[in-house]
């Protein structure tokens, strides 16, 4: 599915999307975030991991798995989150049961890490061979302090926690450890914030959106990953660091500025943006 | 996947699931049940529906997606719960945009009939022609309340809500409603339950199981759905009724009796138990 079809898609899905008093935030950002107790609010998110998409029947069962859970922690840190707790599916065909056994033991040691319960599941045959698996995973926030993608204002600063691009070829998107270290630093400083799972454009675009800001990147001061060169590296995806906008001086690579606007990402020399990123 | 293999890749599958204090009850019942505040535990299920597996290529995308839904919404059912909020994702290929569009009118209809909020998602393509679509729903039972498998004693009675057998070929399997309207009968008089999805008799070994009990069922008792015969209607599957038990005299068709012992089933009549019943 190309970007364009499934913004299309997920737009055009809206009017069926429901929504009762339990919900704070809905679909739009990172995670829903629910109503829970006077302490926390729950946030709540859900990623598919598919052989032949995210992964290839060569990838180690335990690498898959664990990559299926770490990409939603990424999102549970993108909201400045805690993870609790998540529930897991797999469909499967022609896959032998090792496999499967180590995929599982990827999932759950990484599950184990964090202190997240794997509570739950589905597992059920596919009519073709493969492998379709998704989690969806649960944690907090200090009530009614999460990091959405909406807080962005004119005159803060965009910055990245690490450095992007080059991230199949070098196995990053495989060996990231999601950025939850900085979850008490992120509730304090960030205004809004996602993670970058699809291109750093396409996400600072998606930000942009949301805030309803623009945003002037400068790509000389992207960190990038070894063996990562400009312009693939501001679009090629899976970096799963943290774009974040806050006050001007933060222990993190300065890479851009908010400015008042309606949602553009300006690359400084380039002309035109032709592709924002990766989408699966 | 047959029901065996299934059930000791379950098995094999327990020591990668962590736990944590989140968790009040873990994998085995129809829902996790875990911890929300002083009124209310919070419950959560997840199921599969697969194009080829659970439905047709032929079957209505609402119809389909009613019924991804509605699975879920029995599970909750099944916990004496009533639902709150629900993840969905689609990975689909060669799928027209309408069907995907009809599809996600059908679950949200259903999630709109129950309240229930559809708060987040994911989409994906797949590598080969399909659908595979997951449901991730909670939901609430008063704190401690929750109507797990565990709890039936000897000299309880069974009962079943409903008619089973013939659900394929009566279209139940796409028009039934979930069994929500008895969430609070249940929590009142069920001692132990669970939907039956897989047939009555391999739902009513998992519920002998789990509780440590034997079930002695009188065929002649059970409710037949139109043009369902015996035995064949005990283990057909997909009949979204509750299995329950209780003290005797409850206003449902009680079906067996609960007997001490270590989890077998048997059918007055039937010398063996070949076939429990029916895994996707």
Chains 1, 2 share one sequence.
């Not at 199949?168 to 630093?185: K, M, Q, V, W, Y």
């Amino acid at each position: 599915m190309n970007s364009v079809n499934e913004l299309e898609l997920l737009k055009s899905f809206m009017p069926f999307l429901p929504e009762n008093d339990q919900v704070l935030t809905g679909p739009g950002d990172d995670c829903a975030v629910l109503k829970w107790n006077s302490e926390f609010d729950l946030i709540v998110t859900v990623d598919q991991l598919i052989e032949d998409i995210h992964f290839l029947p060569e990838t180690p069962g335990e690498a898959a798995g664990a990559k299926l859970v770490k990409r939603n922690l990424s999102d549970i840190a993108a909201m400045g989150g805690t993870p609790l707790w998540g529930v897991l599916t797999l469909g499967a065909s022609e896959k032998s049961q090792e496999y499967l056994l180590a995929f599982m033991k990827g999932a759950g040691a990484e599950c184990a890490k964090y202190n997240v319960a794997l509570c739950g599941g589905d597992i059920s045959s596919l009519p073709q061979k493969g492998l379709v698996t998704t989690f969806t995973l649960a944690g907090r926030v200090p009530a009614g302090r999460a990091v959405l993608r909406t807080g962005a204002s004119p005159g803060e600063t965009l910055y990245v926690t690490g450095p992007v691009g080059n991230s199949f070829e070098s196995g990053h998107h495989l060996n990231f450890t999601p950025r939850l270290d900085l979850a008490e630093f992120m509730l304090k400083e960030a205004t809004a914030m996602l993670d970058i799972s699809d291109g750093l454009l396409l996400d600072a675009k998606r930000l942009a959106e949301r805030s309803g800001v623009d945003l002037l990147i400068t790509p000389e001061t992207v960190p990038l990953r070894q063996g990562a060169v400009l312009p693939d590296a501001l679009s090629s995806g899976e970096d799963y660091e943290l774009l974040f906008c806050g006050k001007g001086g933060l222990p993190f690579p300065a890479i851009g500025k908010v400015l008042p606007g309606t949602g553009k990402v300006t690359v400084a020399g380039f002309e035109e943006i032709t592709s924002y990123g990766y989408e699966h």
